[in-house]
């Protein structure tokens, strides 16, 4: 059995109850709340194995590389960091081959060009939560449904059918209004604020804080990386030999089992992904 201590970054939802997993906001008892835009909360050669799937993409550049910096530290000298995040090469050549073909007048690429364009700059530019991507998913016909699940994966689906589920009956509609009045008075104070900033501003002047509001919560993308600028990231924090991954292949003993870059089944998780490890010096 490995002795090995593992670590996850900005988990989500995807974690495994044998490794430290933190987020900036805790799912599950097995998950540690932490903003990891303070740094991350343990000594010095603490971990052999760091891992973080899309999250480096949600920092500035230059936060991106103390971010990297921070990894290097709590990693035990000869330990791997591994890194997935969008292929900024990959959507690049995609949105081209789209361009092309929709120039062709192909009316099926079209609808790919549309989609790789929100993959390019939504959530980059966007000012509301889901952004365009979600209104994409919201509407009656999704025409290339099949390209934009292959796309990005599983994560298209889930959303797809969350987006179609109605309310089954009034059954669920009184937990939800409870749940939502004990929201409002717990969250009466920050409400009292809003009330008292709205009177204070202009309209246009509260809409522009909303969305800076927005803007510095997470959501938003900050960089794009490719294997270039990726791997000299990595090299700039310290690591050695950046190597390009697949989903399935790792340094990390058994790494296919653990289920974090792919599901059981065996697709990939998201499909989208460039995956990155390198290696802190053992000496």
């Known amino acids: 059995m490995s002795t090995a201590k593992y670590l996850n970054l900005g988990c989500g939802g995807r974690f495994r109850e044998d490794w430290t997993n933190i987020d900036f906001v805790s799912s599950s008892p097995f998950v ?7 740094g991350i909360p343990f000594p010095h050669n603490t971990f052999d194995v760091v891992y973080h799937s899309h999250v480096l993409e ?10 990297l910096q921070d990894c290097y530290r709590v990693l035990t000298l000869g330990g791997i960091i591994r890194v997935a995040l969008p292929d900024l090469e990959r959507i690049a050549r995609m949105y081209l081959q789209a361009l092309d073909n929709a ?12 989609w790789m364009m929100l993959e390019l700059y939504d959530q980059t530019v966007r000012e509301q939560p889901g952004g365009a991507m979600l209104e994409y998913f919201k509407r009656d016909s999704i025409p290339n449904k099949a390209f934009v699940c292959e796309r990005i994966g599983r994560e298209a689906e889930h959303m797809i059918q969350a987006l179609r589920t109605k309310p089954s009956s009034h059954n669920g509609h009184q937990p939800l ?17 809003t009330r008292l900033v709205e009177k204070l501003l202009s309209r246009d002047d509260y809409k522009a804080l909303e969305i800076g509001r927005f803007r510095v919560q997470g959501e938003i993308h ?5 294997r270039y600028s990726l791997a000299r990231l990595l090299e700039q924090a310290g690591f050695q030999n950046p190597v ?9 003993e058994n790494w296919v089992q653990f289920c974090l870059d ?13 995956y990155m490890e390198a290696v802190k010096p053992a000496a």
């Open 244 to 252: 390009q991954r697949t989903a399935f292949e790792s340094a990390i």
């Open 222 to 226: 900050q960089w794009m990386y490719d």
């Open 177 to 193: 209004r409870i749940r939502n009045l004990i929201l409002r008075v717990w969250d009466f104070p920050r409400l009292v604020q």
């Open 58 to 67: 949600h920092f500035p550049v230059h936060k991106g590389l103390r971010f």
């Open 32 to 38: 540690q709340a932490c903003d990891l835009r303070h």
């Open 262 to 274: 792919t599901e059981p089944d065996g697709s990939v998780y998201k499909p989208d992904s460039l």
């Open 103 to 114: 120039l062709q007048a192909e009316n099926e690429w079209r609808h790919h060009y549309d």
